[in-house]
Every structure is written in C-alpha cells, then in structure tokens.
C-alpha cells in the first residue's frame, strides 16, 4: 500500500508568481485535503475535494484553487504569491471525505516547501 | 468559534513520563486526534478518540478526554530520546466535510 506522496519538495518562487503543488492520494483514499503550515503553527485547513469537486474550504482567498483527477490525485496551484505565502504545504488522503461516522483517518504526505521572496 | 491550544514546549528526562495537554472548542467534534512529527516530515497519525470515551491505551500511549472541560491529553510512558517531535492535537470539525482543527503544536524535548 503506497503513502501520500507529494511533489516538488522544496521550491522558491518570487512574489506575483505562480506555482502549482501536486499529491497523489494513498490507494483506496478518493478524498484529497490540503493545509498549509507556516513556520512555527500547526496545519491550517485549505479545501478539501471529493469526486473531483471541492466540497469544504478553509479561509483562503480565491487565488488559491485545486483540481482532482479521475484517478484521485490532486493539484494545488496559488495565483499571485505573496510572502506570507511560504510555508510547508501538506496533502492528505481520507477515504471517504463525506463520512461522518468513523474516525476517517487523514494520511498525510511529507509536504512541499514553499519560499517566496 | 474552532480553537485549539497546546502549550508549546515540554522537556523531559529519557525514561520519566511526557503528558501533552490541548485544550479544544468545539463541543461537537466526535474525534480528537495526536499526530506527530519530525524535523523536515509530514504528519504522522499517533492515535484518535472517540468524543464518547474518556481514556484509550495503545502500547506506551494513553489518551485521557474530559469532555465536560474540553480537554485533551496524551501520556507517553517511558519517553525515549526517538520521542522528540512536535506533537498536534486536533479536533474534527464537526461540518459535513472531513477537516481537522489543528493547535500550535508542543515541542517535545527529550534529554539523557
């Protein structure tokens, strides 16, 4: 049974750029989460998408948006970057986002590290 | 409102106890959680309960909730220097949707 697995690692972009983030989802898991962790704070919850649609969405502007594929992987892409924008972007997989019985355990991925200067 | 608040720094002695403390807000979140992680890693899942249980045990993990006070705490027993870690306590929100609520974390520091 693979893991989450995110890509790129690290990478830094300048501010007004663009960067999109990508997460495929451990095997079985058809729901996608993304948080963002700045240095020093726990996860902050982005949006979460199930069937391809987002369905939950945290307290982030409209620059940041996210697709899922048919295969469940996931991509988060942040328009117009700002400083306050670096930060440890984490995935996670759960396998059925809509379930609210069960503890639907969230699998995380080790994350992208954003800097922006 | 969705809060949840974790002291940020433990020091303990290889071998002693660790408890980590969370308090949380939402008193209709079914699940808590402990997740860990390390320098340069993602999160990793330590153990969950249920809103109706007030203690789980899992090998040197115990896990005491007081509901009526909304709060939370994990206990490792017999603490090795491997322990070292930010521990996150998180609530589930309680919406129609699979998001956790999240503290600050507490750093865990583990010395001979």
């Known amino acids: 049974e693979t893991g989450v697995t995110q890509s790129p690692t690290h990478l830094i972009k300048t501010r007004g750029q663009q960067v999109t983030l990508r997460c495929s989802s451990q095997s079985g898991h058809n729901t996608v989460s993304w948080y963002q962790q700045a240095l020093g704070q726990g996860p902050q919850f982005i949006f979460q998408?199930?069937?391809?649609?987002?369905?939950g969405r945290g307290n982030f502007p409209p620059r940041f948006s996210g697709l899922q594929f048919p295969n469940y992987s996931s991509e988060l892409n942040v328009n117009a970057l700002e400083l306050d924008d670096s930060a440890l972007y984490l995935c996670?997989?759960?396998?059925?986002?809509?379930?609210?019985?069960?503890?639907?355990?969230?699998?995380f991925g080790a994350g992208s590290r954003l800097t922006v200067l | 409102g969705e809060d949840v608040e974790q002291s940020l720094f433990l020091s303990v002695r290889e071998g002693d106890s660790s408890v980590i403390n969370c308090t949380y807000t939402?008193?209709?979140?079914?699940?808590l959680y402990w997740y860990k992680q390390e320098p340069g890693a993602g999160l990793q899942l330590l153990t969950y309960?249920?809103?109706?249980?007030d203690m789980k045990q899992d090998q040197r993990l115990t896990v005491l909730l007081n509901k009526k006070d909304k709060h939370l705490s994990l206990r490792i027993a017999d603490t090795q220097t491997g322990d070292s870690a930010i521990y996150f306590c998180?609530?589930?929100?309680?919406?129609?949707?699979?998001?956790?609520?999240f503290g600050a974390g507490t750093r865990l520091a583990v010395h001979p």
């Open positions: 998408y199930y069937r391809e649609e987002e369905n």
């Open positions: 309960i249920f809103s109706n249980m």
């Open positions: 939402d008193s209709s979140s079914t699940y």
């Open positions: 998180a609530e589930r929100f309680s919406g129609g949707y699979n998001k956790l609520i």
């Open positions: 996670a997989s759960s396998l059925d986002g809509l379930r609210t019985s069960g503890a639907n355990v969230l699998t």
